[in-house]
């Protein structure tokens, strides 16, 4: 597509249960790029995947938190056993080596 | 880690008036990036600079580097309603490896009172 797709826009879930947040980058970006924005704040660098590079999951809050991006194109993260101070907004972006981020549209996440 | 520092937090200006805001940084770092976001949507790229000194316009938008690499600025000239948003700085480190990453500060608020 056009531009950096994220799915779903909202999610309400209930403390303790599992997401998954999907990405899907925009097509030949190498790069790509989880953050998360709470209420207000800026946004915090989650993990960075480049290639077939290891990926640096060195932003992860907790062990709950994993992502994988398959064939090098679509990412998926996953928080396992949410918890209410995961609400926020999920970004991802993409981009060329060493080149500007694309920013999707995010995805709201609301732990009740 | 690194961390930036951007003010102010906010905003609140008369449509027509020019406005300035900026980053600091302790570290050094390659790339300044400057965006705006609109609620319910990502950032969007508005200016990228990529050499210390470089000044870069893009429409009533102007964004310099500074010569240090550790700040760089936003001017907005003749503002108008739709410049409404949160303008975020971020700095990229691009030497390799994991410094691809972008660290952001935490924002700028714009009202513009038409």
């Known amino acids: 597509g056009a531009g950096v797709s994220q799915s779903p826009s909202n999610k309400v879930t209930e403390k303790g249960k599992d997401v998954e947040l999907r990405c899907d980058p925009i097509?030949?970006?190498?790069?790509l790029y989880w953050y998360r924005q709470s209420l207000g704040q800026g946004l915090e660098f989650l993990i960075y995947?480049?290639?077939?590079?290891?990926?640096?999951k060195s932003g992860l809050p907790s062990d709950r938190f994993s992502a994988e991006r398959t064939g090098g194109s679509v990412s998926t993260l996953t928080i396992q056993r949410t918890q209410q101070e995961d609400s926020a907004v999920y970004l991802c972006?993409?981009?060329?080596?060493?080149?500007?981020?694309?920013f999707g549209s995010g995805t709201q996440l609301s732990v009740l | 880690g690194q961390q930036l520092n951007q003010s102010p937090q906010s905003m609140f200006i008369q449509e027509g008036e020019d406005v300035s805001m900026n980053c600091t940084s302790s570290?050094?770092?390659?790339?300044w990036l400057w965006y705006k976001q609109d609620p319910g949507e990502g950032p969007v790229l508005l200016i990228a600079?990529?050499?210390?000194?470089e000044l870069t316009s893009n429409g009533r938008l102007t964004a310099q580097f500074g010569i240090t690499r550790k700040d760089s600025f936003l001017n907005i000239s003749a503002s108008i309603p739709s410049d409404v948003g949160i303008y975020f700085c971020?700095?990229?480190?691009?030497?390799?490896?994991?410094?691809?990453?972008?660290?952001f500060g935490k924002g700028t608020l714009l009202t513009v009172n038409p």
């Open positions: 972006a993409s981009s060329f080596t060493g080149a500007p981020l694309f």
């Open positions: 600079l990529y050499k210390a000194g």
């Open positions: 971020a700095g990229q480190l691009s030497s390799g490896g994991s410094n691809y990453k972008l660290t």
């Open positions: 097509s030949g970006h190498t790069a």
């Open positions: 570290s050094i770092f390659n790339t």
């Open positions: 995947f480049q290639g077939n590079s290891a990926p640096d």
